[in-house]
């Protein structure tokens, strides 16, 4: 199993960037691609980024395609999400999920509690 704990979100304006991480506990964090997903107010819960269990291959969501990056650093345990230009349509609660590489949410077996992102305008 691996336990999931995001940080980094926040209230940012419009243009802004933030940097959201995703700290993974236990010993299995690199057998596991790695997503994030988003979830506006009333919305479903949605695809942002995806990366393969050794980082070497990352897949976007149209909607945050150049804007956004997904990393991770094994030895660390940690993933990431760096985004840039943000936009008021990006206010939502940010998941980093534990799985198989996938744009599907149902693909991905762990969940961290998510953290908020505001984007102001």
């Known amino acids: 199993q691996v336990q999931l704990v995001e940080s980094g979100g926040g209230l940012v304006q419009a243009g802004g960037s933030l940097r959201l991480s995703c700290a993974a506990s236990?010993?299995?964090?690199?057998?596991?691609?790695m997503g994030w997903f988003r979830q506006a107010p009333g919305k479903e819960r949605e695809f942002a980024a995806t990366?393969?269990?050794?980082?070497?291959?990352?897949y976007y969501a149209d909607s945050v395609k150049g804007r956004f990056t997904i990393s991770r650093d094994n030895a660390k345990n940690t993933l990431y999400l760096q985004m840039n230009s943000l936009e008021p349509e990006d206010t939502a609660v940010y998941f980093c999920?534990?799985?198989?590489?996938?744009?599907?949410?149902?693909?991905?077996?762990?969940w961290g509690q998510g953290t908020q992102v505001t984007v102001s305008s």
């Open positions: 999920a534990a799985g198989v590489r996938s744009s599907d949410p149902k693909s991905f077996d762990y």
């Open positions: 236990g010993r299995t964090f690199g057998s596991y691609a």
């Open positions: 990366i393969s269990r050794l980082g070497l291959n990352t």
